[in-house]
């Protein structure tokens, strides 16, 4: 009895399962569909061209949407375009008298000559001016004298019916302009500019 008890004994490995034919509750998970996939990369490749094509069509929106937004806000609003033209009723600006208007942000000089201010502009020696210029080149009619009311030399706004020539001075650093808007003393290098006007009937002036 004792040598059959120990012959069961040594038939049992004390490495096997003592629980008999359950089986075991461990599983282990199939890695057979990864195996064949890394033979074949047509499906890898398909998911990048598409990850590609994605990111660049997005791209292609996102560009395509700050080009508009900078044309949008580069373009002049209603406000600018209405600055664009300006018009003048002349008949509101007596004889000898200067107007200033606003016009793109910047003073417009708006001068009704007198007959004399017209013979005296005519009658000066403007080849020997440091800009040289006659005074039919600065005007579309004698009696209107239209201007940009900024000095050349760093851009002030010069006093009218002043300075040694009778025409604007500019304060800040003495440049002094003569009836015609002609540099005639200190360190600014032109004349007053003359911008883009017409006279579209008489007694209305647009300037721009």
Aim: glycine share 10%.
């Amino acid at each position: 009895m004792q040598s059959r008890n120990l012959s069961e004994v040594h038939s049992t490995s004390s490495f096997d399962s003592p629980f008999k034919g359950q089986g075991s509750s461990t599983k282990i998970p199939s890695f057979g569909h990864y195996k064949k996939s890394s033979g074949n990369e047509d499906g890898p490749k398909l998911m990048q061209y598409f990850m590609v094509g994605t990111m660049g069509a997005l791209a292609s929106l996102g560009a395509k949407a700050t080009v508009q937004d900078f044309l949008v806000n580069m373009s002049a609003s209603a406000d600018v375009l209405a600055q664009a033209k300006v018009e003048i009723d002349l008949a509101a600006i007596p004889e000898g008298k200067n107007v200033i208007i606003k016009w793109r942000g910047k003073p417009v000089f708006i001068r009704h000559r007198t007959e004399g201010e017209i013979k005296e502009a005519e009658d000066t020696k403007w080849e020997s001016l440091r800009d040289p210029q006659p005074d039919a080149d600065r005007v579309k009619k004698p009696e209107w004298l239209i201007m940009l009311g900024v000095c050349t030399h760093l851009g002030c706004v010069p006093i009218g019916e002043a300075g040694d020539f009778g025409g604007w001075f500019c304060p800040c650093h003495g440049s002094h302009y003569d009836i015609s808007g002609r540099i005639r003393k200190g360190p600014a290098p032109l004349n007053l500019e003359v911008p883009e006007y017409d006279f579209p009937e008489d007694g209305k002036v647009v300037i721009g």
